[in-house]
């Protein structure tokens, strides 16, 4: 299996590329850095009232993040359709297959050239489910049948899929997993999801994850044909220095399969949506399961494809359903020259370090 990490070649941003590899295990820790300054020198900072932010060089926007950020790349094409595939999930692994497999041919051929699954699709949402369910992506055909349907649609259907995530066996630990296939049908990326679901509301809902799961260690981005993407599974999308990062290293779009629940769905799937699109001036694409009331963990739904203004340009209810919608990459750079935070961002009093990138060096 060959996940992405960082080369030293990154540090010539110009022709900055990704290269495989199979050190997906390295850890690197993310962090979100404000210097230590005395309560005075905070109280006191002199105050330039009627001076315009852009003409502050002593802002020096650059050193805010580091190592410095890289320039989106010119992606492969400017418009395509994305197709997101809120599926429900039944006990039967075999039938959750083949009804991917049909969801995934109805969004191709209603044009979609990417497609985008629900987090835990081949398997119901549990942690006694997880370690029955679990496949050997590495093994790969009767190891992982859901990962092998998956290169096989994309290399016939000649499309990119963001497999949603199931559970995943390797070395005698299960993580919750996503997969990337390119549109010849091979492995671009795999994501494991960095930040567990563990949490306790009283009264509504206790959900510890890493009772059976292990954390990923790794942030994922991938360059596909349509474009650089940024992986995160559900829980991961609580966490802005990830999405930073990925801004960071590139990326056009940030696609979070993921099942919030009954609780903290109403409250902030489409907030925390909209919040990554809105700081890092990107689109960002979601996929749940379809709700199911009956089954232990009741998914909110509400897949949704969000623009870089954090306007939300399509998304559904709570049933089955495929959204087909438009990604239209020239409005990147329109928003950013519109509102131009990144050339705002106060690099003398705070920073944002990848580690990743910085330990690469």
Request: glycine share 6%.
């Amino acid at each position: 299996m060959k996940a992405f990490a960082i080369s030293p070649s990154l540090l010539n941003f110009k022709s900055f590329t990704f290269h495989p590899s199979h050190a997906s295990n390295s850890f690197f820790p993310l962090s979100f850095i404000l210097p230590s300054l005395p309560p005075t020198r905070l109280l006191h900072r002199p105050i330039h009232r009627h001076s315009p932010i852009m003409a502050a060089a002593s802002f020096n926007s650059e050193s805010a993040r580091a190592p410095p950020a890289i320039p989106m790349p010119s992606p492969p094409l400017s418009k395509f359709k994305i197709g997101l595939c809120q599926l429900s999930v039944t006990p039967d692994k075999g039938r959750n297959i083949a009804h991917a497999r049909t969801a995934i041919q109805d969004a191709a051929s209603k044009g979609a050239q990417l497609v985008l699954l629900p987090e835990i699709w081949n398997s119901p949402y549990s942690n006694d489910s997880f370690p029955v369910y679990a496949e050997d992506i590495d093994a790969g055909d009767d190891a992982s049948p859901s990962t092998a349907m998956l290169s096989e649609l994309s290399r016939l259907l000649k499309i990119t899929i963001v497999g949603g995530s199931i559970p995943e066996r390797s070395g005698g630990r299960l993580y919750n997993t996503c997969c990337v296939f390119g549109t010849d049908g091979k492995l671009l990326a795999k994501h494991r999801k960095i930040h567990l679901f563990d949490i306790d509301i009283p009264g509504k809902i206790t959900f510890i994850e890493s009772k059976t799961l292990t954390a990923g260690e790794t942030p994922t981005i991938v360059d596909t044909e349509v474009g650089r993407i940024g992986i995160g599974i559900c829980y991961d999308i609580r966490f802005p220095e990830l999405a930073m990062i990925y801004a960071a290293r590139g990326a056009h779009l940030l696609c979070y399969p993921g099942a919030f629940n009954m609780t903290t769905g109403p409250l902030h799937w489409e907030l925390l949506q909209r919040a990554r699109a809105t700081d890092n001036q990107l689109y960002v694409a979601t996929c749940s399961p379809a709700r199911d009331t009956g089954s232990g963990y009741v998914a909110w739904g509400h897949s949704t494809l969000v623009g870089p203004f954090g306007e939300v340009l399509a998304t559904t209810e709570h049933e089955e359903a495929i959204i087909i919608a438009e990604i239209d990459y020239s409005i990147l750079e329109q928003r950013r020259t519109n509102l131009p935070v990144t050339k705002q961002r106060r690099g003398d009093l705070y920073q944002l370090v990848d580690f990743q990138r910085l330990n690469s060096q």
